[in-house]
């Protein structure tokens, strides 16, 4: 099983991404024997659901333009992590804040993958602030 994580600094707009990479539009060809299920499976992680759902649609968009089969995005729990904090610094213990930090996560299969396929989403650049791990099974 390969891993690969990684973040990056800007969002990428959707519809001009695929025209971008230097990919050839060729015949796919899948990478594993007819008996064989290979998939890319890929788990995203933020705090923010909007850039989560653009990742989703920019992999969507590299899953169509490459012909893979899309599977997803499943929903995985959010995760909450509360913290109490004083609000004073030295006494009044009974005044507190509670502060909340949740993250988001998503997960997406890529089935019937082509060298393009693979050889785009290893190109594909995701928004900042976004977490993703990719393994191949």
């Not at 989703?56 to 909450?80: C, D, H, N, S, Y």
Request: charged share 25%.
């Amino acid at each position: 099983m390969t891993v690969v994580r990684a973040v990056a600094e800007s969002a990428v707009d959707v519809e001009s991404y695929v025209d971008e990479l230097d990919v050839p539009m060729a015949e796919s060809t899948p990478l594993a024997a007819a008996g064989e299920k290979v998939r890319l499976r890929i788990r995203m992680r933020s705090y923010e659901k909007q850039l989560l759902e653009d990742c989703v649609a920019q992999i969507q968009a590299v899953a169509e333009a490459t012909g893979a089969v899309f599977k997803g995005p499943v929903m995985l729990p959010t995760k909450r992590r509360i913290y109490c904090v004083l609000r004073s610094p030295h006494v009044n213990s009974n005044s507190r804040e509670h502060f909340e930090i949740r993250t988001h996560h998503r997960l997406v299969d890529l089935k019937n993958l082509s060298a393009e396929t693979v050889s785009m989403m290893m190109q594909w650049v995701p928004p900042s602030g976004v977490e993703v791990e990719c393994s191949i099974a």
